[in-house]
């Protein structure tokens, strides 16, 4: 259990915590419409006669858009209703032509699912947790209004009327920030996994409504508030906090907190007051008369659950146990589709290089994945040229760390020396001196010079100062000039020191 609590004048209070998220569906084309879903275009070109409301045009489901949110849906453990209907949600905005929404109130397309947080000790999530999921429904996501562009007058954008969104709605099971913000990230994960959603926060396809509430530990809900369109993991804890703590603070002054639409400012970091929160009631929702139920057969679920990917929980659960991964690397490597795409491809290609099993060698990629690889890129800085470091040149470099033919500091200055030139990895280490000396000759004759230099040194070691071995290997490299089998070296000195 959570063990969040706001310590105010009066004794302690506790969070409550829902979260509704708009994702924006993976699509070519809108919900009802064939105008494009492009990011970016200009003012008013992605709009066709039906996102403007013009007499006569009539809505036509986008397949592609049901196929994503059915998906989505599976891929929480949702239950999928093969029958569903759009609503009509009735209110004026000049950002919506039609003069209403086309949602799904009543019977949506997604019915109860979950998801499951990770424990994290540090933030305060001492175990893992599930989030009850209660519906995801399908609608058209509204215009913008731009307020910036004139001194008196306020222009509108239509491009993003009539796209497509789910809204994820959750159970009010989260009770703390970091809760909240670990819910958000799996679901991002989740989404971006199943390819349904591009996650995109700053661009706006994902948002979250926050409907935050606090009482008493134990007591009935308070009165909650609604903060809209958070777009950003931080800015959705940092909504909470502040939130939750204004309404502590009113109710101990003697206020009273009112169900009411409030809006973040990520400049301030707190929020203000937008409009008093209307119940469904309020918008008039009534089934719309333009289009059909929608009927799922059986053999679209089908394909729509055929074509899910193996999904984080999953590859982190393979990771650690056929793999023999860490934990904190299985989580690390799973958590991103980029991350896992680019270690998944990289061990293949080291597995065909060593001719070993990926089980072998899948830490070393890991390690090699997660440090020591972004460590180089981030040195090099803007002189790093990404597009060089290709799966084939990275897996000759391990290939050649493996055999013993190079240190790992070798493997690193190899790998800046690739992400600089773009030249081969065996090219850089045979002209530019970059591999170890395993020539037991070279390195028996200078641990002889060595040994024979500091006779008091080896009578001390074989006295019981073993630490003494440490300082035998550094000078051995010293002399060797860093390029020294550290292996062959470590077996020399045992041997010739007794």
């Known amino acids: 259990m959570s063990t969040y609590r706001i310590q105010g004048a009066t004794g302690e209070w506790e969070v409550v915590i829902g979260l509704e998220v708009h994702a924006q569906v993976t699509s070519k084309a809108k919900l009802f419409s064939g105008a494009s879903t492009e990011f970016g275009a200009e003012p008013n070109c992605n709009v066709s006669l039906v996102d403007a409301a013009m007499p006569g045009m009539l809505p036509v489901p986008n397949r592609e858009c049901i196929r994503q949110a059915v998906r989505t849906g599976m891929a929480i453990d949702a239950e999928i209703n093969a029958w569903s209907r759009f609503d009509r949600k009735n209110y004026f905005y000049a950002d919506l032509p039609q003069g209403y929404q086309i949602s799904q109130l009543y019977h949506p397309l997604v019915g109860e699912g979950q998801l499951t947080i990770e424990a994290d000790e540090k933030a305060g999530i001492p175990e893992d947790k599930v989030i009850g999921i209660e519906r995801i429904h399908v609608e058209q996501d509204a215009g913008k209004l731009m307020h910036d562009q004139h001194p008196t007058m306020s222009y509108v954008d239509l491009n993003r009327c009539g796209v497509a969104l789910m809204e994820i709605v959750s159970r009010p099971d989260m009770t703390s920030p970091a809760e909240a913000g670990a819910y958000v990230r799996k679901l991002r994960t989740i989404l971006r996994y199943v390819g349904s959603c591009d996650g995109n926060m700053e661009e706006g396809s994902m948002r979250a409504d926050e409907n935050v509430s606090v ?176 799966a084939a040149r990275q897996a000759s470099i391990l290939k050649m760390q493996d055999a013993g033919e190079i240190s790992g500091g070798q493997a690193k200055e190899i790998f800046e020396i690739v992400l600089k030139t773009g030249r081969e990895p065996d090219e850089i280490a045979d002209t530019e001196g970059l591999k170890q000396v395993s020539d037991t000759g070279a390195i028996e004759a200078a641990i002889d010079d060595i040994i024979a230099n500091n006779a008091d040194k080896v009578e001390e070691y074989r006295g019981g100062k073993d630490k003494l071995f440490g300082f035998f290997v550094g000078q051995t490299m010293k002399a060797m000039q860093g390029k020294a089998n550290p292996q062959v070296v470590n077996q020399i000195l045992k041997d010739k020191l007794g």
């Open 215 to 390: 009482r008493r530990p134990g007591e009935e809900l308070g009165t909650r508030t609604e903060t809209k369109n958070v777009n950003s993991v931080r800015f959705v804890m940092q909504t909470i906090e502040h939130e939750a703590n204004r309404q502590v603070d009113l109710i101990e002054s003697g206020g009273k907190v009112v169900q009411e639409t409030r809006l973040f400012d990520p400049g301030t970091g707190s929020t203000r007051s937008m409009r008093s929160k209307e119940d469904a009631h309020d918008y008039r929702y009534f089934p719309d008369p333009d289009l059909l139920p929608l009927e799922l057969e059986d053999s679209f679920l089908e394909e729509c659950r055929a074509s899910l990917p193996e999904l984080p929980d999953a590859k982190r659960k393979r990771y650690a146990t056929e793999l023999g991964l860490s934990d904190y690397n299985a989580a690390t490597l799973t958590a991103e589709v980029e991350t896992f795409a680019r270690f998944e491809t990289l061990l293949t290609e080291t597995a065909g290089a060593l001719g070993k099993p990926e089980a072998k060698i899948a830490t070393q990629v890991a390690n090699w994945s997660l440090s020591i690889a972004p460590g180089v890129v981030k040195s090099l800085g803007d002189d790093a040229d990404l597009s060089h470091a290709t």
